[in-house]
């Protein structure tokens, strides 16, 4: 932290919750005495068991419990989990999980949506709103693109229109109709059959389509009319005439869209359409009658457009809070209303709890699948602030992930307002400033997997230092270890220059190549865009960069069958191996024979996946081990060659540690799992199937993959926040492998929050000073020593304490 800070303290715990007997995963017959009404965080390496304690155990029981108590029918209809294996838990309040998930997939739903801001502002808009004289005063819901009487008849309030142009439905205008100059229409006879209607029509199907009228073509094109008229095949004059109808170049496309069973035909279709801003609304989503309506000089969409510190200022005057600059927009509309007052006042509470989070550059029409999963995390947590509750246990996961340092003190403060408030809050947490403002901590380890599983300390957080089995106290008072290494000098300068992107407007900037570079800034700050976007697309041409490798957290794979082992190959070398075996070859089974993704060996059941979905009449599906193979994936036949006493099911089960011990005499296989060791995934199981996996781990598999590869250097890495989930001791192996592939001659580019990472790199490029619109610019770039030295930089004062505590 940037200064030294006392956190205010509660009163002595009303009580314990207390766990007797925890097995969840791999806890060791756990016991222990967690208080309520306090911060309490939860260490460990990451696999040690601490999640399996707060969620797997603590958390599922409260929850068990809870549906216990809701009626039968009722607790059908709720997704519920197995009963935590443990023997007894006393004195368990209710309790609410706030966990990291991904952004919903839907495109509609959004950051307003997702807090619930939306519905009061589009009641603020349909109440107090300047509406044009003469219109009708509309309901909120008109002011929603998700509701048929707010959403724009043409994109249906996506904002993005899927439209037949006469560039997109005629590609050669030299052509006549004759030659097919309506690409759009179909072939053969259909084809056929259309110009024969149109020349029918009356017009001209011989002349080039540049030399018919704009009338002409643009009914052509786009009319709705469908005329049927007869016709007499031209061609053959012995055939009886026909009734032809009229299919416009835009209808054909959009009926073929909207109910062709092929695919095939779909996809064809789609390149005579073009996709873009839906003129109608301009992209907004909405009616023209919600767009006609403003509040502050702003429509609905211009607000939900603005950063959420904007959005402050705009509702400000509106709540008495500062002199209104509109007097006759007030006077004219619903502003200076009572009602619009006390929606204003309750929207700026709410949206000041989410920028004292960090998160006032996001927008309300922020998409949710665009956003991280910390940030989706604080914005649940900024929900349940405002929810009042009582007496609840909050269970929280790593809640500073993709936090700066300097957002790390306000989520602080929002956790000791969760207990003032009368509740417990309970985070799984590797940053050490959350840890050391807690009031008690459960070390648990010391190692992950069938390492772990134990609590090595339940107590204040100053007696874990005496623990000498934790890996944790040395870092709970102390800093990452500074590296001894001298630092690099660049090999060269990829220079960018007059950049725009997102909220980089004309940046300039030089990244060296050879070293390793932070990235460093507050959330929104533009660092993803500069490293994610302009950086991976420009790199590639300099000469001394002969691959760019983005290393990012997006899932390895979106099905159960995609797993560590896979990913990575080394599950090759493993098959290879079992078929080698005296039984496989007398069998004649190849390496093909142990894939779960081949039939053959695979259950043909579950066809490999190791578990079937259960559906049930009227209720919720589920999934479920395969009745037939047990989860293992194989059928029974398969799982009778064995290699040093192990199935093919035996190794996936196995945790990364366990599988570098047992296939050491397979060496393909073990440089592999080496690599995972080095960048802290020993505890993951080779056969957990990749949607089990955190973004933090899916970027660390990535990386070990590139390391176990032969290096010839002159490699970009592009790395977003690869600390996030990890322990401090396993950030200190994850800086040693990024310093071995500098070593190398390739070029390492983090984004970063941890001042440790970043006080180990060579170059510092500091983004700021604020987010969104108040970022996009470089304000210091140098050695740590210098962007620590720097005035203005929010980083600086953070990062010049690191390099302090290591000096000493």
Not at 119 to 138: D, K, Q, T, W
Not at 188 to 198: F, I, P, S, Y
Not at 327 to 351: C, F, Q
């Given at each position: ?121 589009r009641m603020l808009f349909s109440r107090a709103g ?69 020349a029918v029509l009356g017009y001209d199907i011989d ?225 050490m400033d959350i840890v050391r403002h807690a009031d ?369």
């Amino acid at each position: 932290m940037s200064e030294s800070r006392t956190p205010a303290r509660p009163a002595e715990p009303s009580g314990f919750i207390s766990v007797r007997g925890a097995r969840e995963n791999n806890l060791r017959d756990v016991d222990v005495d967690v208080p309520r009404d306090s911060i309490v965080a939860f260490t460990g390496v990451s696999g040690s068991g601490k999640s399996s304690l707060a969620f797997g155990t603590i958390f599922a029981e409260a929850q068990r419990r809870f549906l216990e108590s809701v009626a039968p029918y009722a607790r059908r209809l709720i997704a519920q989990g197995s009963k935590p294996h443990v023997d007894s838990i006393t004195g368990l309040p209710p309790a609410v999980a706030l966990q990291q998930r991904r952004g919903a997939p839907s495109s509609r739903s959004t950051v307003g949506t997702l807090t619930t801001l939306s519905n009061s502002l589009r009641m603020l808009f349909s109440r107090a709103g300047h509406y044009p004289a003469g219109a009708p005063r509309l309901e909120s819901d008109s002011f929603s693109p998700n509701t048929v009487t707010g959403a724009c008849p043409r994109c249906h309030g996506l904002g993005v229109a899927h439209e037949v142009t006469e560039a997109s439905a005629v590609r050669d205008d030299s052509l006549s109709i004759r030659d097919g100059a309506i690409t759009a229409w179909p072939g053969a006879w259909q084809g056929k059959n259309l110009r024969d209607v149109t020349a029918v029509l009356g017009y001209d199907i011989d002349i080039p389509w540049r030399d018919l009228s704009r009338r002409d073509r643009d009914w052509l094109l786009f009319t709705e009319e469908q005329p049927v008229v007869e016709v007499q095949p031209q061609r053959d004059r012995v055939a009886k005439p026909y009734k032809g109808r009229f299919w416009s170049a835009r209808q054909f496309v959009m009926h073929t869209l909207a109910d062709s069973k092929s695919e095939t035909q779909r996809d064809k279709m789609l390149q005579y359409v073009d996709s873009g801003r839906c003129s109608l609304c301009d992209g907004r989503g909405l009616t023209r009658a919600a767009l006609d309506v403003t509040v502050a000089g702003r429509t609905i969409a211009e607000m939900n457009g603005l950063p959420l510190g904007g959005l402050a200022d705009a509702l400000r005057p509106i709540a008495g809070l500062e002199n209104a600059t509109a007097a006759t927009s007030r006077a004219s509309s619903g502003e200076g209303t009572e009602v619009a007052v006390t929606i204003s006042r309750d929207l700026l509470a709410r949206v000041d709890v989410l920028t004292g989070l960090g998160l006032g550059y996001l927008s309300l029409d922020r998409a949710t699948p665009t956003l991280s999963p910390g940030e989706m995390q604080r914005l649940r947590i900024a929900t349940q602030l405002r929810s009042g509750l009582f007496g609840v246990v909050y269970v929280l996961d790593e809640p500073s992930a993709g936090l700066h340092p300097a957002d790390t003190e306000p989520l602080i403060e929002v956790l000791e307002g969760l207990r003032a408030s009368g509740n417990s809050v309970f985070v799984v947490e590797h940053n050490m400033d959350i840890v050391r403002h807690a009031d008690w901590i459960v070390d648990v380890g010391p190692g992950a997997g069938a390492g772990g599983g134990d609590v090595l300390y339940s107590g204040p957080v100053d007696g874990l230092g005496s623990v000498e089995a934790s890996v944790t106290r040395r870092f709970v008072n102390a800093a990452i270890s500074e590296s001894s290494r001298a630092r690099r000098d660049p090999a060269a300068w990829l220079e960018l220059r007059d950049v725009s992107r997102h909220n980089l407007d004309r940046l300039d900037v030089d990244v060296p190549l050879g070293v390793l570079t932070a990235v460093t800034g507050v959330s929104g700050s533009g660092k993803s865009t500069l490293v994610g976007r302009v950086l991976a697309e420009r790199a590639a041409e300099h000469p001394l960069v002969t691959r760019v490798v983005q290393v990012d957290q997006k899932a390895i794979g979106r099905t159960p069958r995609s797993n560590l082992a896979t990913y990575t190959g080394l599950f090759d070398a493993v098959r290879a191996t079992f078929a080698d075996t005296d039984e496989a070859r007398a069998r004649g089974w190849t390496a093909g024979r142990f894939s779960f993704n081949v039939v053959g060996g695979r259950c043909d059941v579950c066809q490999g996946e190791g578990s079937v979905s259960v559906e049930l009449l009227f209720l919720p599906g589920s999934w479920s081990p395969c009745p037939e193979c047990g989860g293992s994936r194989y059928t029974a036949e398969t799982l009778e060659v064995t290699w040093n006493g192990a199935s093919i099911a035996d190794v996936l089960a196995m945790t990364v540690d366990e599988a570098a011990t047992f296939l050491t005499a397979v060496p393909a296989a073990s440089r592999g799992l080496t690599t995972l060791q080095q960048v802290g995934l020993g505890y993951l199981r080779l056969g957990q199937p990749a949607p089990q996996l955190s973004g933090g781990e899916a970027q660390r598999i990535k990386l070990a993959t590139e390391l176990q590869r032969a290096r010839s250097g002159h490699t970009l890495y592009l790395l977003d926040e690869p600390t996030t989930g990890l322990h401090p001791a396993d950030v200190e192996l994850l800086v040693e492998q990024l310093a071995t592939l500098v070593d190398a001659g390739n070029t390492v580019v983090l984004v970063e929050h941890s001042m440790a990472v970043v006080a180990h790199a060579d170059h510092v490029i500091d983004m700021g000073p604020a987010g969104g619109d108040g970022g996009g610019r470089v304000v210091a770039a140098g050695t740590p020593a210098d962007v620590a030295a720097t005035t203005g930089s929010r980083t600086a004062p953070y990062l010049r304490a690191h390099l302090k505590s290591d000096s000493r």
